[in-house]
C-alpha cells in the first residue's frame, strides 16, 4: 500500500500532522516536495503522489482542490485545518485513524468513494484542467462600462445574451463558493447538475440548472480580450469573438473516508 500526503504551504500545524501520518501508519509513504523540505528529506520518501494509492491532503478546501488537480482519479482523504471545509471532512485529532481505517478498506477491496463531478473547458487550440467547482468567463475587468457580451446555449438552444462581467459554470461542489457569492443557488452534493450563472449582467436571467450530461457553449464579443479560469488557478487569455465549450470530465473526484458533512458545513457559513 503507498499513499502520499500534501500539506498546506507554510502551515506548522499541517506539516505536524503530516509527519505523524507517515509514522503511524503501516504503508509506504510519499511527501509532496515541499512537505518533505519542511520536515527534512532524510528517510523519507518524496516524489510523483498520482501513482499512489491514496493522497491524504492537510489544509483547507485550497489545498484540497490542490491535491485534487494533481492526482485525481487517486482517492482522496481530506484532513481539514480550515473553518469551512467543505471537501475535508476529517479533523485533525481523527487524522491517523481516519487514514488507517481508510488504508484497511482498500486493501481488504471493500472500499467506496464518494464521487465529486468535475467540469471541463476547450476552445480553439486549448484546454484547461477539469475544475471542482467552476469555470469562469470573464471580463478583464470587472465594473460598469468593463464587461464583456455573451451569449449561453444549452445543447444548442439559446438561454441567454447580453452584456456583463461574465458567466460562471459551477458543479454542485463549487455551488458554495464562487457561485454564491455571484448569488447563484446551492446545490446539493447529491443532483447531477451544473449551474449557469451570469455575473452582473445588464439584462440578468435566473442561475440555470441544467443535467451534467447537457452541452454548454459560452460565446463570446465586444471586448478586448477575455479570460476563461477554472477554479481560480488554470486561466487561458483568449480573443473574441470566440466560443468555448464546457462539458462533464471524464474523471471524477474520489473522496476516501468519511462522508462530506454538506450541512454541518453550511452552518458555518453564517
Given at each position: 500500500m503507498h499513499i502520499g500526503v500534501i500539506a498546506k504551504r507554510d502551515t506548522p500545524r499541517a506539516v505536524e500532522l503530516a509527519d505523524r501520518i507517515s509514522?503511524?501508519?503501516?504503508?509506504?509513504?510519499?511527501?509532496?516536495?515541499?512537505?518533505?523540505?519542511?520536515?527534512?528529506?532524510?528517510?523519507?520518501?518524496?516524489?510523483?503522489?498520482?501513482?499512489?494509492?491514496?493522497?491524504?491532503?492537510?489544509?483547507?478546501?485550497?489545498?484540497?482542490?490542490?491535491?485534487?488537480?494533481?492526482?485525481?482519479?487517486?482517492?482522496?482523504?481530506?484532513?481539514?485545518?480550515?473553518?469551512?471545509?467543505?471537501?475535508?471532512?476529517?479533523?485533525?485529532?481523527?487524522?491517523?485513524?481516519?487514514?488507517?481505517?481508510?488504508?484497511?478498506?482498500?486493501?481488504?477491496?471493500?472500499?467506496?468513494?464518494?464521487?465529486?463531478?468535475?467540469?471541463?473547458?476547450?476552445?480553439?487550440?486549448?484546454?484547461?484542467?477539469?475544475?471542482?467547482?467552476?469555470?469562469?468567463?470573464?471580463?478583464?475587468?470587472?465594473?460598469?462600462?468593463n464587461g464583456i457580451g455573451f451569449e449561453i446555449r444549452v445543447d444548442g438552444e439559446r438561454y441567454s445574451a447580453g452584456n456583463g462581467d461574465g458567466v460562471l459554470i459551477s458543479t454542485p461542489t463549487g455551488s458554495t463558493a464562487y457561485n454564491l457569492s455571484e448569488g447563484g443557488p446551492l446545490v446539493h452534493p447529491d443532483l447531477h447538475a451544473f449551474v449557469v450563472t451570469e455575473m452582473c449582467p445588464s439584462e440578468p436571467m435566473p442561475s440555470l440548472a441544467v443535467p451534467t450530461a447537457a452541452e454548454l457553449t459560452v460565446s463570446i464579443e465586444d471586448a478586448g480580450y477575455a479570460f476563461v479560469v477554472a477554479d481560480g488557478r488554470s486561466r487561458e487569455r483568449v480573443d473574441p469573438p470566440t466560443s468555448v465549450a464546457l462539458r462533464l470530465a471524464e474523471t471524477p473526484v474520489r473522496i476516501a473516508g468519511p462522508p462530506l458533512e454538506f450541512f454541518t458545513a453550511l452552518g458555518k457559513l453564517e
Open positions: 509514522r503511524h501508519i503501516d504503508a509506504d509513504v510519499t511527501l509532496d516536495a515541499l512537505t518533505a523540505d519542511a520536515l527534512g528529506t532524510e528517510g523519507r520518501s518524496v516524489g510523483e503522489l498520482s501513482a499512489c494509492d491514496l493522497v491524504v491532503s492537510i489544509g483547507g478546501d485550497g489545498t484540497f482542490l490542490f491535491a485534487a488537480r494533481e492526482v485525481s482519479p487517486t482517492p482522496i482523504v481530506g484532513v481539514n485545518l480550515g473553518e469551512v471545509g467543505f471537501l475535508n471532512a476529517v479533523s485533525p485529532t481523527d487524522c491517523v485513524e481516519a487514514v488507517r481505517s481508510a488504508v484497511g478498506r482498500i486493501e481488504a477491496g471493500e472500499a467506496t468513494f464518494q464521487e465529486l463531478p468535475q467540469i471541463r473547458v476547450e476552445g480553439d487550440g486549448w484546454e484547461l484542467p477539469a475544475a471542482v467547482n467552476e469555470i469562469v468567463v470573464l471580463s478583464p475587468q470587472r465594473g460598469r462600462d
